[in-house]
């Protein structure tokens, strides 16, 4: 609208400059068709920068679009939580990247090496990290950084031990703080101590979540406490095989072996699952 009523604006303007004679008048003409000349370019500036604006907007858009229609790649192992390959020909070597107990004291500075080294990975996040305006802006980076976010529980508790109730506020609750700081629930669920029950399995299959364990892990062993043990084992155990679902933590020990880790991988040649492909 502004830019129609600028052009009118300006006809009105040449209109004026050709009826009049006097030379006085046509300077004064000049020098506001010339103001009028400045508006309109100004104008044009500003409807390529919406133009650029909008098409910003498309493509984040698309790449939304993108990530809802991921292609499924792999499907959780009920069995032993190896991702497997749904299609021929994506079972080239790769790993899945997790970390749990999430996001504490190291989280932030792991997504930040792992967005550096173009890694994709689920941070499997507890709700006792999430209470205060701290865990709640990080797990916002690690979110932002586009990592996915899984559910580890409210309290970290055996959901062995749990009543309904008590389940349904470990998980469902869970659900709905992520929810409220992220804008969406975890799909993925990982149980403490790799313990799922009967109701738990049920609730998480009404909710369309997928648990997941693991397949391999070192670093909450003493032995494995120290970066450069771990960073070896986690490349060279004989556990190592493509579809292979890592468990990290959030801990400074594997926050300083992570790199070694993630280098070793791809020496190795293996890449990294992207959770985006697995099966929901
Ligand atoms: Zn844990």
């Not at 052009?7 to 209109?15: K, L, R």
């Not at 498309?58 to 497997?84: G, H, I, R």
């Not at 790199?259 to 929901?280: A, H, L, S, T, V």
């Given at each position: 609208?502004?830019?129609?009523?600028?052009?009118?604006?300006?006809?009105?303007?040449?209109?004026?400059?050709?009826?009049?004679?006097?030379?006085?008048?046509?300077?004064?003409?000049?020098?506001?068709?010339?103001?009028?000349?400045?508006?309109?370019?100004?104008?044009?500036?500003?409807?390529?920068?919406?133009?650029?604006?909008?098409?910003?907007?498309?493509?984040?858009?698309?790449?939304?679009?993108?990530?809802?229609?991921?292609?499924?790649?792999?499907?959780?192992?009920?069995?032993?939580?190896?991702?497997?390959?749904?299609?021929?020909?994506?079972?080239?070597?790769?790993?899945?990247?997790?970390i749990?107990d999430a996001p504490d004291t190291y989280s932030v500075e792991m997504a930040?090496?792992?967005?550096?080294?173009?890694?994709?990975?689920?941070?499997?996040?507890?709700?006792?990290?999430?209470?205060?305006?701290?865990?709640?802006?990080?797990?916002?980076?690690?979110?932002?950084?586009?990592?996915?976010?899984?559910?580890?529980?409210?309290?970290?508790?055996?959901?062995?031990?749990?009543?309904?109730?008590?389940?349904?506020?470990?998980?469902?609750?869970?659900?709905?703080?992520?929810?409220?700081?992220?804008?969406?629930?975890?799909?993925?669920?990982?149980?403490?101590?790799?313990?799922?029950?009967?109701?738990?399995?049920?609730?998480?299959?009404?909710?369309?979540?997928?648990?997941?364990?693991?397949?391999?892990?070192?670093?909450?062993?003493?032995?494995?406490?120290?970066?450069?043990?771990?960073?070896?084992?986690?490349?060279?155990?004989?556990?190592?095989?493509?579809?292979?679902?890592?468990?990290?933590h959030d801990r400074e020990w594997t926050n300083q072996?992570l790199?070694?880790?993630?280098?070793?991988?791809?020496?190795?040649?293996?890449?990294?699952?992207?959770?985006?492909?697995?099966?929901?």
């Open positions: 609208m502004i830019c129609l009523f600028l052009s009118a604006c300006a006809t009105n303007a040449e209109e004026t400059a050709s009826e009049t004679k006097e030379e006085a008048k046509e300077e004064a003409n000049q020098e506001e068709h010339q103001k009028e000349e400045e508006q309109q370019e100004q104008e044009k500036e500003s409807e390529q920068e919406q133009k650029e604006k909008q098409t910003d907007e498309n493509d984040k858009q698309s790449s939304e679009d993108e990530k809802q229609e991921a292609e499924e790649l792999y499907e959780v192992n009920a069995n032993d939580s190896s991702l497997q390959a749904l299609k021929d020909g994506v079972d080239e070597q790769k790993v899945l990247i997790t749990d930040e090496y792992l967005a550096e080294a173009d890694v994709p990975a689920i941070f499997f996040v507890n709700g006792h990290f999430l209470k205060d305006d701290e865990g709640k802006e990080n797990l916002k980076k690690i979110h932002d950084m586009g990592f996915e976010i899984g559910n580890h529980t409210m309290t970290h508790s055996d959901v062995t031990e749990l009543s309904k109730e008590e389940l349904e506020n470990e998980i469902l609750g869970l659900n709905e703080l992520v929810k409220d700081i992220i804008g969406e629930e975890p799909t993925f669920f990982r149980a403490p101590f790799g313990m799922n029950s009967e109701e738990s399995k049920a609730l998480l299959e009404e909710q369309d979540m997928v648990w997941m364990n693991w397949t391999y892990g070192y670093d909450w062993e003493s032995e494995y406490q120290n970066a450069e043990a771990l960073a070896d084992i986690m490349v060279q155990t004989e556990l190592l095989r493509s579809g292979a679902n890592l468990l990290m072996a790199p070694d880790i993630i280098e070793g991988f791809r020496e190795k040649e293996y890449g990294f699952i992207n959770p985006d492909n697995i099966k929901q």
